[in-house]
């Protein structure tokens, strides 16, 4: 009897898996239909309007849907139908700052800054592949096509043309990109319903821990924690970082320069100043790459601020600075686009003059 009973039972959970299945299934199935790519949009330009959203000045009108295909499809591939209708809705959004944010400090941009945008990184991508570890696909992909990008150089993409997940890419943690969303219209319509709030997930662990691991002596442990707090950019290292300045380790007190630059916290400006001035070697350019992280002003612009207006031990320290930086002046007119790139591009020139 307890035998049957059982075997019953069995049967009954099984049946009821079957329909709790069936069911899922048949809601997913309902509500891709009801998320389209047009319903998504639509919500998410009530949610900037209702907000009052300062992108609403920036945003492009939309191209025609006949041009976008046609644009894309000369990229020799199918683009997923929501890529497609994003540049029928909006063809980016115009200028720099909040204006063309939209969400924390990530620019959308056109559809002809994101084709120039991909040309770069697959050209850069196949200069600086290394083979057989980094080949030029895993530095950035063909299929990845870009959506936004940041002033530090990190850009948002969406895999297999519009078919994957959303990820941020960042050239100087290849090995590891940040996910965002697992899919496209899922990226939008969590933006719909976050706005600017919409955040990647929060760290793996405490920011004084994460900021502990940069005196790791296993480089992937000290890579990790890098990536962790350039990307997600936890408010609590601020000190840590500070404190990991006056390290005996070049390479660590380097790392904590540019990550806190990359915290976009103002208070590190006279600090990372301060490490311009009195640092020497390879160190000058990790001080001076902190400082053009912080914000969309130039490290000359710091620079200049900080002579004019900071207490006179300050202001030795700027001018110092500026002696020191003479060779950065096309920095100032670069296209945020290439910023890390001209960061790396100043820390050889800088390599060159002051080599330890």
């Known amino acids: 009897m307890t035998a049957k009973m059982t075997a019953k039972a069995r ?9 709790e299945s069936a069911a899922h299934s048949y809601s997913l199935r309902v509500s891709a239909a009801r998320t389209t790519p047009q319903r998504v949009l639509a919500g998410l330009e009530t949610r900037l309007r209702k907000a009052q959203s300062p992108i609403l000045d920036g945003l492009r009108p939309g191209l025609g849907s006949a041009e976008v295909t046609r644009v894309l499809a000369a990229l020799g591939a199918s683009p997923d139908p929501f890529l497609l209708a994003l540049y029928s809705w909006h063809d980016g959004a115009a200028g720099s700052g909040q204006s063309a944010e ?26 600086v592949e290394s083979l057989p570890d980094t080949p030029a696909a895993k530095i950035f992909n063909p299929s990845w096509f870009p959506l936004l990008t940041d002033p530090s150089g990190r850009v948002y993409v969406v895999e297999d043309f519009g078919r994957g997940k959303v990820l941020i ?40 821990v994460l900021v502990s691991r940069l005196e790791s002596i296993e480089p992937g442990v000290r890579v990790k924690a890098t990536n962790e707090l350039v990307q997600k950019r936890p408010r609590d290292a601020f000190e840590p970082l500070v404190a990991l300045l006056e390290s005996d380790d070049h390479q660590v007190r380097r790392e904590a320069a540019l990550i806190l630059g990359e915290l976009r916290d103002r208070r590190a400006i006279p600090i990372l100043i301060h490490c311009l001035a009195h640092w020497t070697g390879v160190d000058v350019a990790s001080a001076w790459g902190g400082l053009l992280a912080v914000g969309k002003e130039s490290p000359l612009e710091h620079l200049e601020r900080t002579l004019a207006d900071a207490e006179s031990e300050l202001r030795l320290d700027s001018i110092k600075g500026l002696v020191l930086s003479q060779d950065g002046e096309p920095c100032r007119h670069s296209r945020p686009l290439h910023c890390a790139t001209r960061t790396i591009w100043f820390a050889l020139r800088l390599n060159k003059r002051f080599a330890l």
């Open 169 to 208: 890419i960042d050239r100087m943690a290849i090995d590891s990109p940040d996910e965002l969303s697992a899919s496209l219209i899922e990226f939008f319509d969590r933006l719909a319903r976050d706005g600017m709030d919409y955040k990647p997930q929060p760290p793996s662990a405490d920011a004084a």
């Open 11 to 19: 049967a009954s959970a099984t049946g009821c898996a079957r329909c």
């Open 102 to 127: 939209l969400m924390d400090m990530a620019r959308f941009m056109s559809l002809d800054e994101a084709l120039r945008t991909r040309e770069f990184e697959l050209q850069l991508a196949a200069e």
